[in-house]
Nanobody, 123 residues
Framework: QVQLVESGGGLVQAGGSLRLSCAAS????????MGWFRQAPGKEREFVAA????????YYPDSVKGRFTISRDNAKNTMYLQMNSLKPEDTAVYYC????????????????WGKGTLVTVSS
């Protein structure tokens, strides 16, 4: 089993930046993928970014590409999401997730979820 705990959410002005963290514990992450999803009020949960833990390969949808960067620190078992040029439409609860592959993560085929951290972007 894997436990995931997000942190770093908060209130930020449009155009600003925020960095989210996800601390993982439990079994070794090994050959797995980790990622971020978000869910705005009244909307479906949306894929944001994913990273293959061992190699560092990443994948982003067009909605965040060029603005968000996913990374990880293997020694700390911690994943990050650096969010720049934030827009009001980025407002959502952001969830850390664990899955098997980048492809599976992009389609929300997730094995474990964190409880989420709220990001609010004001205009």
């Amino acid at each position: 089993q894997v436990q995931l705990v997000e942190s770093g959410g908060g209130l930020v002005q449009a155009g600003g930046s925020l960095r989210l963290s996800c601390a993982a514990s439990g079994r070794t992450l090994g050959n797995s993928a980790m990622g971020w999803f978000r869910q705005a009020p009244g909307k479906e949960r949306e894929f944001v970014a994913a990273i293959r833990w061992m190699t560092g390969s990443t994948y982003y949808p067009d909605s965040v590409k060029g603005r968000f960067t996913i990374s990880r620190d293997n020694a700390k078992n911690t994943m990050y999401l650096q969010m720049n040029s934030l827009k009001p439409e980025d407002t959502a609860v952001y969830y850390c997730a664990h899955g098997g592959t980048l492809a599976a993560m992009s389609q929300a085929q997730v094995s474990y979820w964190g409880k989420g951290t709220l990001v609010t972007v004001s205009s």
